[in-house]
Every structure is written in C-alpha cells, then in structure tokens.
C-alpha cells in the first residue's frame, strides 16, 4: 500500500525557516521523481518543487525560487522541503507526492506563516 507521510509544519513569523519531511513507503522511493505540492485555504493545489530520482536535477515555482530547497535521502525513503524566508502567502497544507502519481494523497502537513 502506497503511503505518504508529510511532518515538519507548524507556525512561523514571517522570514522564519521550516523545514519539511515526507517519508514514502509501498513503492520503489528510489525509483520516482518526487514533488512537494501545497493547498492554501479556498485555492487548488500547486506543485511547489520537484527533484529526480538521483537528486541531481531540482526544479521549483517561482515564487518559490531562492528561498525553498527539495533534496531527498532515498535511504531513508524520505523527501525534504526547507522553507527560509518564508511569507504568509506560503500559509497552506504541504503534501508530497510521486511522478507518475501513485496512492492517494497524505494527511499533508499545515504551514502557517503569521506574526
């Protein structure tokens, strides 16, 4: 059974840090390009980053860019997201999820950016 389990959310002032986890389990982690994807109140959701499966290749949205890092430790079947500099608009539900998808989505984890 394929599994998603997104940890690391919690509330920070604005220019704070956080960083996310993913831990992925039922398929070959090592395998599948991985994305963050997040989900703020009353929007879609959007892919935030993405990273091969080796890890050499990394790619992000550009509100994103120069603040977020994606890396992975395929070990440890986990997936990161660090998150500097953070903004209220960065204030949503972050979840992480295989390419090609596979599963269903995780319970995700809340950000909330806010003084």
């Known amino acids: 059974q394929v599994q998603f389990v997104e940890s690391g959310g919690g509330l920070v002032q604005p220019g704070g840090s956080l960083r996310l986890s993913c831990a992925g389990s039922g398929f070959s982690f090592s395998s599948y390009v991985m994305t963050w994807y997040r989900q703020a109140p009353g929007k879609e959701r959007e892919l935030v980053a993405s990273i091969s499966s080796g890890g050499g290749s990394t790619s992000y949205t550009d509100s994103v860019k120069g603040r977020f890092t994606i890396s992975r430790d395929n070990a440890k079947r986990t997936v990161y997201l660090q998150m500097n500099s953070l903004k209220p608009e960065d204030t949503a539900v972050y979840y992480c999820?295989?390419?090609?998808?596979?599963?269903?989505w995780g319970q995700g984890t809340q950000v909330t950016v806010s003084s």
């Open positions: 999820k295989t390419v090609p998808s596979k599963g269903d």
